[in-house]
């Protein structure tokens, strides 16, 4: 919310700049003692302007680290590269990708990265499967309610990465979840009589996630300055 604008999230910021009252008096009327009548106080909306240094701080951030031309280089560049590089480059136009994820991790904190097969039918009947990538972040709407973590076993390795949601069902609002771990996926939904599970193989033979997560926003160090320069 800060890094849109919003300036409530510490007491020093200008959103939180009380309006000024104004005493006003009667220009004609007198109190008992000949002195102007004392009237109700007019209140001021005061100046609360924002500056757009959190956007600025995140991006420049993103320009240092995935700037420039991406270049992919293997030792053996044999047919198989070549496929696995026209896909990430041009199907799943990672470069792009990358600097959205980088973006969503520095101003919302954390983000992930998920890639999953994709099958669909073409023209002419037949089904083809490709890989897709979808970036899991903060939920614009409010109202949904979506939440991701990973799980890690008791060597720090990950184990298992587990998404929460919301879906409309049947024109009703359900939690669901989805588990992914090196051997299965395992969706659930929560239904009128308790969990619907499926469970599938992980065909990947490995989790599908890329996760990534920072303690504060990219412009924390310097919030104290920031609110003290839009203050003033």
Known sequence: NEYHGE???????????EPKRLAVYSDTLKDKFGNPLRMPDKIVDVARIVTNFPKKEVRTSTAF?????????????????????????????MQSILKTFARKVLSESKAALVFYPYTSKGLDGK??????????????????QSEFYPHF?????????IHKFQVLSNGMIRNSC?????????TATDD??????????????KIPI????????EWDDVACIMDAREMR
Do not use: H
């Not at 089904?127 to 409010?142: D, M, Q, Y």
């Open 7 to 17: 300036r409530s999230r510490r007491k020093t910021s200008v959103g939180w700049r």
């Open 65 to 93: 680290m995935f700037g420039g031309k991406m270049t992919i280089t293997a030792t053996d560049q044999n047919d198989g590269f070549q496929e696995f590089k026209r896909v990430w480059e041009r199907r799943l136009k």
């Open 127 to 144: 089904l083809t499967t490709e890989l897709k990538v979808k970036i899991l972040s903060v939920p614009k709407n409010e109202n949904i």
């Open 153 to 161: 076993d008791d060597n720090d390795d990950l184990d298992a990465f």
């Open 178 to 186: 989805v588990i992914w771990t090196a051997d299965k996926i395992i």
């Open 192 to 205: 009128m009589g308790g969990w619907n599970r499926k469970e599938v193989p992980n065909l990947f033979g």
């Open 210 to 217: 890329v996760y990534a997560d920072v303690y504060a926003p």
